[in-house]
């Protein structure tokens, strides 16, 4: 088993363990997403089947919140004591949330890119997640032309797209 899968399967029990913390009794799948960067990012899919509306909700209210609180841990918990060259990036995902987040959110940063190539001017992005300017960051490495970087301190964190 590689490192990459101990880890990912190790982050696997650690959640089905905190959703049990959480009397939220629920099984946990592993999936995985190529970056841009020749990295991976495991996914961690909660299977909502034994969950009641009320619980998926918690997790999905305020544009998926408690979902975001949960990955975030999972991404501070889950790589203490690794090298910060070698952190193992988490998404936690529920009844698609993530999956359709991440499309609008591609189709959005690709109507910036677009206008930011065509003016010439930054374009600022705001109300973003940290795991959100994370996979925008990443998608933009493999770009010629743009850039991005993030600007401002949290909760007022911006991410700017911009010429090379």
Same mark, same amino acid.
């Given at each position: 088993?590689? $490192?990459?899968?101990?880890?990912?399967?190790?982050?696997?029990?650690?959640?089905?363990?905190?959703?049990?913390?959480?009397?939220?009794? /629920?099984?946990?799948?592993?999936?995985?997403? *190529?970056?841009?960067?020749?990295?991976?990012?495991?996914? #961690?899919?909660?299977?909502?089947?034994?969950?009641?509306?009320?619980?998926? *909700?918690?997790?999905?209210?305020?544009?998926?919140?408690? #979902?975001?609180? $949960?990955?975030?841990?999972?991404?501070?918990?889950?790589? $203490?004591?690794? &090298?910060?060259?070698? +952190?193992?990036?988490?998404?936690?995902?529920?009844?698609?949330?993530?999956?359709?987040?991440?499309? &609008?959110?591609?189709?959005?940063?690709?109507?910036?890119?677009?206008?930011? =190539?065509?003016?010439?001017?930054?374009? &600022?992005?705001? /109300?973003?997640?940290?795991?959100?300017? =994370?996979?925008? +960051? /990443?998608?933009?490495?493999? &770009?010629?032309?743009?850039?991005?970087?993030?600007?401002?301190?949290?909760?007022?964190? =911006?991410?700017?797209? =911009?010429?090379?």
């Amino acid at each position: 088993m590689s $490192i990459w899968e101990q880890n990912s399967e190790n982050a696997k029990q650690w959640l089905e363990k905190l959703l049990k913390l959480m009397a939220m009794t /629920a099984d946990v799948q592993i999936g995985v997403q *190529e970056l841009g960067t020749g990295l991976s990012s495991c996914w #961690l899919i909660i299977d909502s089947s034994q969950l009641s509306s009320q619980q998926v *909700e918690l997790f999905l209210a305020n544009k998926g919140e408690g #979902l975001d609180a $949960i990955q975030s841990l999972a991404n501070t918990i889950l790589n $203490i004591g690794v &090298e910060a060259a070698e +952190h193992q990036f988490y998404i936690v995902e529920i009844n698609g949330y993530r999956q359709q987040r991440q499309s &609008e959110l591609f189709d959005w940063v690709n109507q910036a890119a677009t206008q930011v =190539r065509q003016t010439g001017q930054e374009i &600022e992005l705001k /109300a973003l997640s940290s795991a959100e300017r =994370r996979q925008i +960051h /990443a998608f933009f490495e493999e &770009e010629n032309d743009l850039t991005t970087e993030s600007r401002g301190v949290e909760p007022d964190r =911006r991410l700017v797209i =911009r010429l090379k």
